[in-house]
């Protein structure tokens, strides 16, 4: 549990996403999709997201399973099947943005596995489970800066700036 801990610590460190972008482009399908996309569609996914790491920052806290598997289910959890949710609502234009919602919904889907699979571990006590939800959190980590190497590669090409 002290490796998951540290895990989510890192996680927290690693989450970066689009609060507010800038453009100098008018009239280009794809940067308009995309500035909706970060500005409108993603504001409340983004908030889950505060949340989840808000949730797993208090990990280092919490000493019995009994405690994880209450922030499992009443903090994290939550935020990601609304998150999955309001992400099957959203409905980008461009195929370009359509590939980076699909990254982020593949975030969101390794992190469900994850934390299912920690719920698991805790009823069970079993390392080896342990061990898989902490390489499907870790996954989840992997696809999340994935997803933000896109936005910043859509960005680019769209000469527009992210800020964070």
């Keep these: 549990m002290k490796r998951m801990k540290k895990r989510m610590l ?28 970060l500005n409108t569609d993603m504001v409340d996914v983004n908030a889950n997201y505060d949340k989840i790491k808000e949730e797993s920052a208090k990990w280092g806290d919490l000493e019995t399973n009994e405690e ?10 939550p935020n990601i099947d609304d998150s999955l949710d309001k992400l099957s ?17 593949k975030v969101m889907e390794a992190y469900k596995e994850g934390y299912t699979k920690m719920l698991e571990a805790c009823d069970t006590n079993d390392e080896q489970t ?18 933000n190497n896109a936005l910043e590669s859509l960005a680019k090409e769209k000469d527009m700036k992210i800020e964070y």
Excluded: Q, R
Aim: overall charge negative; hydrophobic content about 40%; glycine content about 6%.
């Design 68 to 77: 994880i598997k209450d922030s499992i289910n009443n903090g994290i959890m």
């Design 10 to 37: 890192a996680l927290a460190a690693v989450l970066v996403l689009a609060v507010s972008m800038l453009t100098g482009c008018g009239g280009d399908p794809v940067a308009d999709d995309f500035e909706k996309f």
């Design 130 to 147: 342990v061990t898989e939800a902490t390489e499907k959190i870790d996954e989840g980590i992997k696809l999340l800066d994935d997803y």
């Design 89 to 105: 609502k959203i409905k980008p234009e461009t195929d370009e943005v359509k590939a980076i919602k699909e990254k982020y919904v």
